[in-house]
């Protein structure tokens, strides 16, 4: 076994037992991008399928809430995904917070290339729209302090995902950076927020994460999907809560967490 494989394998040793670490190892701790991708490659197997994609970090918000200085991408594995209204495992939960999140979903492969993919060129690739919440974690104990390389290894703090209903297609008539999101931490807290939060435009994350991981050497596959990060300051949440995420005219998503 390598060394990235062995750190992939205590960081998901510690996401199955709902544990903290407070740093890998001196001799698998990644030093660079490249190496925390590396790592995060491992939780690919022939038994754990990759079901699609997301963006940590694309507003400044969520920067700040895990001390990076720019977006960072991860897999978002098949067993980590669940329907719209779904009861979500929160019992281990450390960072308790929710974030309403854009997501397309691809309608064909998009290989690696010699030259960076354009938002014309990603958006074509796109077969639909639809709404997320993401519920993330992260299996340092100290993620503000973790650090860009040792985050990515961390699969971007995925956790739990809610993937809600595809919109209809006047979304690509919209300028969804303008678009207002609600979202509703039922008889407890609300909040508002809008599509310019996730870098500026959420077809602009959606360019930076096709570049970012075709350039890795990966396919983005038909059928799957990538959620671009929060349009919401992230809200926070507790065992028992229902969260609602309202996108207007473009549908709601929501959960209950266990």
Not at 182 to 209: C, E, M, Y
Request: aromatic share 6%; charged share 20%; hydrophobic share 40%.
């Amino acid at each position: 076994m390598n060394q990235s494989h062995h750190a992939c394998d205590i960081l998901l040793g510690h996401f199955r037992a709902g544990t903290t670490l407070d740093t890998l190892p001196d001799d698998l701790r990644p030093q660079t991008r490249a190496d925390g991708y590396a790592i995060q490659s491992h939780l690919e197997t022939d038994t754990r399928r990759r079901a699609g994609w997301k963006i940590a970090a694309t507003s400044i918000a969520g920067q700040r809430h895990i001390n990076v200085d720019g977006p960072i991408a991860g897999r978002l594995m098949a067993d980590m995904v669940h329907p719209d209204g779904a009861c979500v495992p929160f019992d281990h939960n450390r960072m308790r917070v929710a974030e309403a999140e854009f997501v397309f979903t691809f309608a064909r492969d998009l290989d690696p290339k010699a030259t960076p993919y354009s938002q014309a060129e990603a958006l074509d690739a796109v077969d639909s729209l639809s709404l997320g919440i993401e519920i993330p974690d992260s299996r340092f104990a100290n993620f503000v302090a973790a650090g860009g390389p040792q985050l990515i290894a961390d699969n971007a703090c995925a956790n739990q995902f809610v993937l809600g209903p595809k919109c209809l297609d006047l979304w690509r008539d919209l300028d969804i950076s303008q678009h207002r999101v609600h979202t509703d931490v039922v008889g407890k807290r609300q909040a508002d927020g809008i599509g310019s939060n996730v870098l500026g435009d959420p077809r602009s994350a959606l360019t930076w994460f096709v570049n970012e991981v075709t350039a890795l050497g990966i396919t983005l596959r038909a059928g799957e999907f990538v959620t671009t990060g929060t349009c919401i300051i992230p809200i926070e949440i507790g065992s028992g809560d229902q969260i609602i995420a309202d996108f207007g005219v473009l549908g709601t998503v929501s959960c209950h967490l266990s």
